[in-house]
């Protein structure tokens, strides 16, 4: 008994470690986004543009392009949330297993299979990160190119990502936390006890088919039984 509580202290201070570092990942990724923002905003007003300002082709498509891949940042938000949201479900379980959740213990139970759904979501989400980061990168090089100033080097001293390196080693950090998680085992009444009802509560806090699809690739037969079907992120048809 004196074990299964050390397991499971370790577990909690492991997912309020992990917690803490996703919120400091949403915002470094935050900050990089509005440095892009502010750059793109302020540059019209720059008084070397008012005087020199000669675009070779109209910049409407490259911004364009740019406000799509920044949305992304909510999105990624969102995804970052939600991991903190079922981490916080599995310690609510872990601390009070009679009342919390109406005294449900399933996720408890699946700790270690929802723990890794929960590291698929992060590596999924630092990949379309680093996509979305490639294709700003690539139109903010068009931008430049379309909207040189003569003899001006403006362009060349901002740094859209500062971020990145430290992005990269927080997300490195925070899944060898939850590869740990993932590995703690808890003494339970009921270990046999099916993991639908643990998959169904995590499938219904994503918002997302990305996230589904990730949930339904660590648990397959899941998507038989109980995949949900999405004209988009608000209907929702069994």
């Known amino acids: 008994m004196k074990e299964q509580y050390k397991s499971e202290e370790q577990y909690i201070q492991l997912t309020e470690v992990v917690n803490k570092k996703i919120r400091l990942l949403v915002e470094q990724i935050s900050s990089d986004f509005k440095n892009i923002v502010s750059f793109i905003k302020g540059y019209p007003m ?50 009070n297993t009679e009342s919390a959740n109406g005294g449900t213990a399933e996720l408890k139970i699946h ?47 901002f740094i859209p990502f500062n971020n990145s390196l430290s992005i990269g080693t927080l997300v490195s950090k925070i899944t060898q936390n939850m590869e740990v998680m993932a590995s703690i085992n808890f003494e339970v009444s009921d270990s046999s006890q099916s993991i639908d009802q643990a998959a169904m509560r995590v499938q219904s806090i994503y ?19 109980y995949r949900i079907s999405y004209n988009n992120d608000n209907d929702i048809f069994f």
């Open 46 to 95: 720059h008084e070397d543009w008012k005087n020199h300002y000669e675009p070779n082709i109209s910049s409407d498509e490259v911004i364009s392009s740019i406000t799509t891949n920044l949305q992304y940042q909510d999105i990624l938000s969102q995804r970052l949330d939600h991991i903190i949201m079922i981490n916080v479900l599995i310690i609510q379980e872990l601390k």
């Open 111 to 157: 700790s270690n299979k929802i723990t890794e759904v929960n590291i698929r979501q992060l590596e999924g989400a630092y990949n379309e990160y680093i996509s979305i980061c490639s294709a700003l990168r690539k139109d903010l090089d068009k931008f430049e190119k379309q909207n040189r100033l003569n003899n001006s080097n403006v362009f060349r001293s």
């Open 207 to 225: 918002t997302m088919q990305s996230e589904r699809d990730v949930l339904y690739a660590c648990i397959p037969d899941m998507q038989e039984k």
